[in-house]
């Protein structure tokens, strides 16, 4: 099915849709908001459990601390993967930050591929140089990164021993109508399905449509 339309270009949108996995839970970044969405999902991942209270005050705390320092970071919304394989969850988040530029005129999505280019160009060898490219969506133009970043302290759960590597694709989408950009990074510390997730990934962004 061919997604909706966008707004016209010169028109900034109300807001935004997107279309997540079933088994993704969504915390709203507002401090209004913050604690009730964290404890309702923790409430969930606990349902029928009564004699672990020190772990879900545990994820409850972990969760608020994250949630506090997506929104620090100009954070909207934040989601996570429950979705589950058998007996294992799948690993997985997506951050929506709202970043506004310091520019006059909006800057083209090519203008800001070739700066990241260049960004990454200029990283220590030692770091995986990531992918940088333009890319057309149902929201428009946008520049889409893939990251391979190496993570201390050994494996995640459920994958192999050893060294291991968090993979995160961000998608910059400049919003219509404004010089902001809508940023969308995800994460997942499973590098042996780095390919199948970042498919995922692609997957929603491309599913995001703006909203009048």
Known sequence: MKPPESPAPST????????LPEGWFRILLDPGQRDKSVDALVERQFRGIDNAPHLKEELRGDLRRRAAKAYRSGGIELYLSLQAVGPFTIPASLLVTLAPLRHAEPLPPEDLARALAEDADAEDAGTPVPEVGVEELAAGTAVRVRRLAPQPGGAAPG???????????EYHLPVPGTTAYLLLTFSTPLEPIADAMAGLFDAIAGSLTWTE
């Not at 900034?12 to 279309?19: E, G, I, K, M, S």
């Not at 994958?159 to 694709?169: E, I, Q, R, T």
Request: aromatic content about 6%.
């Open 159 to 169: 994958a192999p021993d050893g060294d291991h590597a968090s993979v995160s694709v």
């Open 12 to 19: 900034p949108p109300a807001d935004y849709r997107l279309l």
